[in-house]
Every structure is written in structure tokens, then in C-alpha cells.
């Protein structure tokens, strides 16, 4: 197959870190942003978002810094060395910029299932729409992988002795076939991690903040010490059965056509946590949202066989919800103009954190940070 084949890439970091009286100017590991593939990757976009945050919006009485929406008061400011500077002055707040429409409706308190609690998120969905599709020649295979996360700990309300499960529906979206698209789809269980807890240089596994470090959450329906399950794979090939014990949902079992090459045009995940956000509320009695799995989950791709042929599309831990950014629970900002990386360039990116009453609160900041585009090869 000649010609240009694009593949999704993103620079992505997660900046964590204790907060201060004082507002502070903290600079993203450069390391993360920097091109280390021989091909130009081009950036389009960026997302944000609060990682690993048990509480998607504050507890009742304001200490907003201990909850996801802590993006909100976050600036950003990025450059590309020795080329030009995107914004040379003060970091824009994140609140202040328009915002790209991900599909994210407002979640109202529900009162269906007994006491009233909010679901972390309507639908509990992650979508990638390609900005090209991928085409991939016969027999070339994507692995997909994702990880475990880091539960809080027990509480002592009535839900901490629940154990409930929680599961993704992968899926693959690609032109052709008999009916002109088709899936390949695989459900998954995550799991809960239990391993060492002190963050690799990769920035992961991805530390709790204080209000999940002081207890307040059910215990885990699957637990793992492998930041990796094989539990949450959707595997390239061969003949591993998902949590159904079926065996025809690898990658490579599921193509819709058996001549040329197959187009991919984007990505889905959909982790219904309903049953672990009410048993979430009745340990803890507050109404107030727990943050959508996809927000505290890490993911990994590659392309086997084909395109970039075992190169990672990003470094493997990227929050789901960050390099997933068509449907998301992240901030999404456009770029008026986008920025193509060579080979050995990289961005520099700083994010501002606020001050906050130390004298009242104790929190940390846990910030997710991702330049998002494609990669051009040449095949």
C-alpha cells in the first residue's frame, strides 16, 4: 500500500504536586512533549482535565480545589522553541477559552434508584473520531490496552462492603464490509489497582487526591497489582476470550472484509458506572458526582503489521478521557492553527495553579495535559 497513512498521536502529562497559599507556575516534564518518531506529527488540539480526582464537582462546602473542577481555575501557556511563541504573556485561564462541544450533558440528581445521588456522567462514553482515517492493509493488526485504576479507600457506610463491577464496550468504528461499516467491539472488566503506588517515569499509576486518600469509597469488584490487566485488553489476535469466554472478539477476528485494506475512521468507549456511583453515594451520603472512570483509566495503541508497525500512538498510560477528546468529560480547546512537530521537536507547556486557604484546606493538584493530532507516514 503506497502512499500517506495517518495514525492518531498525542503528547500528553499529568502535572501532580501539593497546592499552595500562592498561585504557581509549575512546568510540564519537556521529556513528554517532544517527538521521538522519525515521522511529523501534527497537533490540532488540546485537552485538559482534572486526573484521578475521586469527586467530579466540590463537596459541599466549597473546597473546589479536591474536586475535578479544579480545570477551571487552571492556566496554560506553550510554546515551540526556536519557531514561535503561541501566547508569550500571562497563562490563559482555562475557563476563559471557548470550548469545543464534546456531547456532555448536564447529569441531574437522580431519584430512581432510592436516595438521591448524581451519576458521575449521562452516558459514561469516550469517543475519537479520526481527523483522517486510518487505512490499514490486510492482516495488520492494533492492540489496545487499558488500565487498572486506583480505587480510593474503604469507607464505613452501607455501601462499603459492596463490590460491583465495572466494565468498558470497546469498539473500533471502520468503513466497508457487507453494509458499508461495521465494529469490532469487546467488553472488558476493570479493575482496581493495588500494586505499588508510587508514580514510574511515565506518570503513572496515577496518585489519589486527599478525599479519596481519606477513605470514602466501595471496595472493588476485580482487583489487580498489574497497572496492565489482562482483563482490560482488546488484543491484536489469537484466541483470548473476553470476560464472556468468547473467543471471536480479537481485532483481527472481527474484519469485515477479506480483500485490501480496511479504513478506520474513529474509536468508542462507553463505561457504565451507574451501580458504582450508587454505591458510591450510600457509602459516602453526599449527592455531589464521583468523577467518570475514563478521567482516572489509562490507555495504550499500537499498529502491528501495518502503519508505524509496533510504535505506540502515545506514551502508554494516557488518560482515556484526554487523547479520546471528540466525546469527553475533558476541555477541549481548538487551535486556530495547528502545529506540526519534526523529528527531535518538542513544546514547552507551564500550567498555573491557584492558591488556595491552606489554613482551611489541605489539597493537591493532579492535571492532565494533552496535545492531540496525527501522525503523517510515509508507507
Avoid at 128 to 155: R, V, Y
Avoid at 264 to 287: H, K, S, W, Y
Wanted: aromatic share 8%; net charge negative; glycine share 10%.
Amino acid at each position: 500500500m503506497d502512499g500517506l497513512i495517518y495514525e492518531p498521536r498525542s503528547f500528553w502529562s499529568v502535572a501532580t504536586g501539593a497546592l499552595t497559599s500562592k498561585a504557581q507556575l509549575v512546568q510540564v516534564d519537556r521529556n513528554h512533549f517532544m517527538n521521538g518518531e522519525r515521522w511529523p506529527v501534527t497537533i490540532d488540539r488540546i485537552a485538559l482535565g482534572g486526573v484521578n480526582y475521586l469527586l467530579r464537582e466540590s463537596a459541599a462546602g466549597g473546597n473546589a480545589p479536591s474536586a475535578a473542577t479544579i480545570i477551571n481555575r487552571i492556566g496554560i501557556r506553550f510554546s515551540v522553541p526556536q519557531r514561535y511563541h503561541v501566547n508569550v504573556g500571562r497563562p490563559i485561564m482555562i475557563g476563559s477559552i471557548p470550548m469545543m462541544s464534546t456531547g456532555q450533558h448536564a447529569t441531574p440528581i437522580d431519584t430512581l434508584y432510592g436516595a438521591p445521588f448524581t451519576p458521575s456522567s449521562q452516558y459514561g462514553q469516550c469517543h475519537l473520531t479520526f481527523k483522517k482515517p486510518l487505512l490499514i492493509p490486510k492482516n495488520a493488526q492494533i492492540e489496545w490496552d487499558l488500565s487498572a485504576h486506583t480505587p480510593a479507600a474503604i469507607g464505613t457506610g452501607p455501601g462499603a462492603n459492596e463490590r460491583v463491577p465495572s466494565y468498558c464496550e470497546m469498539a473500533y468504528v471502520e468503513l466497508g464490509g457487507l453494509t458499508g461499516s461495521s465494529m469490532r467491539a469487546r467488553t472488558v472488566q476493570l479493575a482496581a489497582y493495588l500494586g505499588d503506588l508510587t508514580p514510574t517515569i511515565e506518570g503513572w499509576p496515577y496518585p489519589p487526591d486527599v478525599v479519596a486518600a481519606g477513605g470514602g469509597a466501595i471496595a472493588p469488584a476485580l482487583t489487580s497489582k498489574n497497572w496492565w490487566p489482562p482483563t482490560s485488553r482488546f488484543p491484536a489476535g489469537g484466541g483470548s476470550p473476553d470476560w464472556l469466554n468468547q473467543r471471536n472478539t480479537t481485532f483481527s477476528a472481527q474484519e469485515a472484509t477479506r480483500s485490501g485494506s480496511t479504513e478506520l475512521v474513529g474509536l468508542r468507549t462507553t463505561i457504565p458506572q451507574v451501580e458504582l456511583d450508587i454505591a458510591f453515594n450510600a457509602d459516602v451520603g453526599i449527592v455531589e458526582p464521583c468523577s467518570p472512570l475514563s478521567m482516572r483509566t489509562g490507555c495504550r495503541m499500537r499498529t502491528v503489521n501495518g502503519g508505524s508497525s509496533g510504535h505506540w500512538w502515545w506514551r502508554p498510560g494516557a488518560p482515556l478521557a484526554l487523547v479520546f477528546d471528540t466525546i469527553t468529560p475533558a476541555n477541549v480547546i481548538p487551535l486556530q492553527e495547528p502545529i506540526t512537530l519534526g523529528p527531535g521537536e518538542q513544546l514547552n507547556v507551564e500550567l498555573e495553579v491557584p492558591g488556595i486557604d491552606t489554613e482551611t484546606f489541605t489539597s493537591n493538584y493532579s492535571i492532565g495535559v494533552a496535545f492531540n493530532g496525527y501522525a503523517t507516514i510515509e508507507s
